[in-house]
């Protein structure tokens, strides 16, 4: 499990080592650009091809998974994977479609109809690999949530200022995001409930906007 590993030992657990390890958070990171790519620029791309971007972001989120399914075929894991991900969906395969459900279903509002849909991403893309490192600098579970709550208020917050986002999802979304990482389950990982579980919790809150 994910959470579990993380919590032991992430780096031996890593293909590289501390490369692996320093490599898959920074792609992780970088997923936040997705949803940038996303609200200002996939209209134009899916233009040239005849698409909308909806067609666009369930292809690619199709295309990753038929990718995934041959790698678990293969049994093999890439750079900075764990190595128990050669028998299980990985969490990068987990987040790209938690990631692709979110820019979906996610309500459009505000500045390039961002304001949910981006931070909804960026805390799972800053929050999730953050909550690692606490856990693996030896934080007590107190310390790492109230961290993470407020590494995702301030993303919220930021949203607010940047994306006209109602200021007060912060209070709502911050919490939430750190709890539906804490689930230990085998059948999905937390790279999926960190955005599946706060995208339902703002589709709730969307009528009270």
């Given amino acids: 499990m994910e959470g579990m590993v993380e919590m032991t030992n992430p780096i031996e657990q890593s293909v590289g080592g501390m490369g692996g390890h ?3 958070r920074a792609i992780h990171i970088a997923m936040v650009l997705i949803p940038v790519l996303y609200y200002w620029y996939a209209d134009s791309i899916a233009e040239k ?5 909806e067609r666009v972001a369930s292809l690619v989120v199709f295309t ?5 399914a041959g790698r678990l075929k293969l049994g093999i894991t890439i ?3 764990r190595k128990y991900e ?3 969906m990985s969490a990068l395969a987990w987040g790209s479609l938690g990631i692709g459900i979110s820019l979906l279903m996610a309500p ?4 390039s109809g961002a304001a949910f849909g981006l931070p909804l991403i960026a805390c799972l893309s800053f929050g999730d690999p953050f909550l690692g490192e606490l856990r693996r600098f030896g934080l007590s ?3 790492v949530f109230i961290g993470g709550t407020a590494l995702c208020a301030i993303i919220w917050i930021i949203s607010w200022q940047w994306l006209e986002t109602p200021w007060w999802f912060a209070i709502f979304l911050a919490p939430i995001t750190v709890a ?3 689930p230990r389950l085998r059948w999905i990982d937390d790279n999926a409930t960190m955005i599946l579980i706060p995208l339902f919790a703002v589709i709730l809150l969307f009528s009270f906007v």
Avoid: H, M, P, T
């Fill in 22 to 24: 320093i490599f898959r």
């Fill in 49 to 53: 091809i005849n698409f909308d971007k």
């Fill in 64 to 68: 990753l998974l038929i990718i995934e």
């Fill in 79 to 81: 750079y900075g994977q």
């Fill in 86 to 88: 050669s028998e299980q």
């Fill in 108 to 111: 459009e509002y505000g500045v």
């Fill in 141 to 143: 579970d107190r310390n």
């Fill in 180 to 182: 539906a990482e804490w």
